[in-house]
């Protein structure tokens, strides 16, 4: 019995982590850092993805999920509606990829289709809200007060 309570008391820290560590987004350099973030994330798991490295793209995944949980409530405050609609994509994008790479034995095919998807999730924001500004992506002047 005292190891069932000490399994379960385990399990609530380790689930409970990524909440602690969760950084709300309520500012354009935060929405920058959590778009670096996502960045270096996309680019591990585009990395693994080529190599078939399947476990490795998996496990970038929570981080770079978390990342845009995080930046969803930078255009909440914002009142873009259509930002969140791209964040919530994006989220559900990610899910889908992360359901194809937990495949017993994941199909190279569908994790390609599944990552290029989420890619397209990111273009559609990157297109109405950021600008290359010096070969880094800024927020268009003019689109949040």
Request: proline share 3%; aromatic share 6%; with cysteine.
């Amino acid at each position: 019995m005292k190891k069932l309570v000490s399994y379960a008391t385990l399990m609530v820290v380790v689930l409970s982590v990524p909440v602690l560590f969760a950084q709300t987004v309520t500012t354009p350099e935060g929405l920058d850092a959590a778009m670096k973030k996502i960045g270096a994330g996309i680019g591990a798991t585009q990395k693994a993805i080529a190599s078939n490295a399947f476990a490795d793209a998996k496990g970038q995944l929570p981080a770079l999920r978390q990342a845009f949980v995080d930046s969803e409530n930078f255009w909440t405050e914002k009142k873009k509606a259509d930002a969140v609609a791209f964040t919530k994509d994006t989220i559900a994008k990610i899910d889908a990829l992360d359901r194809a790479l937990g495949a017993g034995t994941p199909d190279s095919a569908a994790v390609t289709a599944a990552f290029k998807e989420v890619g397209g999730s990111c273009r559609g924001c990157h297109m109405t809200y950021r600008a290359q500004e010096n070969g880094a992506f800024i927020i268009k002047p003019g689109m949040v007060d």
